[in-house]
């Protein structure tokens, strides 16, 4: 069935670097635009970034930009998200989700990314 | 780009019907035809529940539906069931600067 699954999440002090992983099955992952969306403790969604089904175009919001990195290897159906200069803010549980047209079809699970000293 | 503005709470009997507004701005709301809705239940993943203001993904109930007058999308949720009490967030496309703006959320009560 068509599935994400996403890992990498943990403690990271401020300041520190993250990566985490999407891995997909189920689907032509190579066909599709990817996304990561967050959410802090009790908090809304937020969308933090979007990478086209190529890799060719990559967008991010603006409390990210410069620090936060989307990619993706298409050999491995495995989508990425590079963490760096990590603050309390940025607290929260990622997901990554399947673009569909102007939605996002399908979540994975989440994982935890906690910024503490 | 601020958030779109739902509100925080909306309570309903079972079998009544219920609608959450979600209200933007010219520049994503009323701007584009692109408004989805998302289910949450408590530590879970969110689910699709509507795209493109009014279109149903396979396999979601038709007593979920949507609409959009200006800046304001509706989701309507009919004949109300206990397994519906879920947080619900509106997105809408914002262009190719902001991309994507969620809602601030809604919490459904099945009372």
């Known amino acids: 069935q068509v599935q994400l699954v996403e890992s990498g999440g943990g403690v990271v002090q401020p300041g520190g670097s993250l990566r985490l992983s999407c891995a997909a099955s189920?689907?032509?992952?190579?066909?599709?635009?990817m996304h990561w969306v967050r959410q802090a403790p009790g908090k809304g969604l937020e969308w933090v970034a979007f990478i086209r089904y190529d890799g060719s175009n990559k967008y991010y919001a603006d409390s990210v930009k410069g620090r936060f990195t989307i990619s993706r290897d298409n050999s491995k159906n495995t989508l990425y998200l590079q963490m760096n200069s990590l603050r309390a803010e940025d607290t929260a549980v990622y997901y990554c989700a399947k673009k569909a047209v102007n939605a996002f079809d399908i979540w994975g699970q989440g994982t935890m990314v906690t910024v503490s000293s | 780009q601020s958030a779109l503005t739902q509100p925080a709470s909306v309570s309903g009997s079972p079998g009544q019907s219920i609608t959450i507004s979600c209200t933007g701005t010219?520049?994503?709301?009323?701007?584009?035809?692109?408004v989805s809705w998302y289910q949450q239940h408590p530590g879970k993943a969110p689910k699709l529940m509507i795209y493109?203001?009014?279109k149903r993904p396979s396999g979601v109930s038709n007593r979920f539906s949507g609409s959009k007058s200006g800046n304001t999308a509706s989701l309507t949720i009919s004949g109300l069931q206990a397994e519906d009490e879920a947080d619900y967030y509106c997105?809408?496309?914002?262009?190719?600067?902001?991309?994507?703006?969620f809602g601030t959320g809604t919490k459904v009560t099945v009372l």
């Open positions: 010219s520049s994503d709301v009323g701007g584009y035809n692109y």
């Open positions: 493109d203001v009014s």
């Open positions: 189920g689907f032509t992952f190579s066909s599709y635009g």
């Open positions: 997105c809408s496309y914002a262009g190719s600067s902001t991309f994507y703006v």
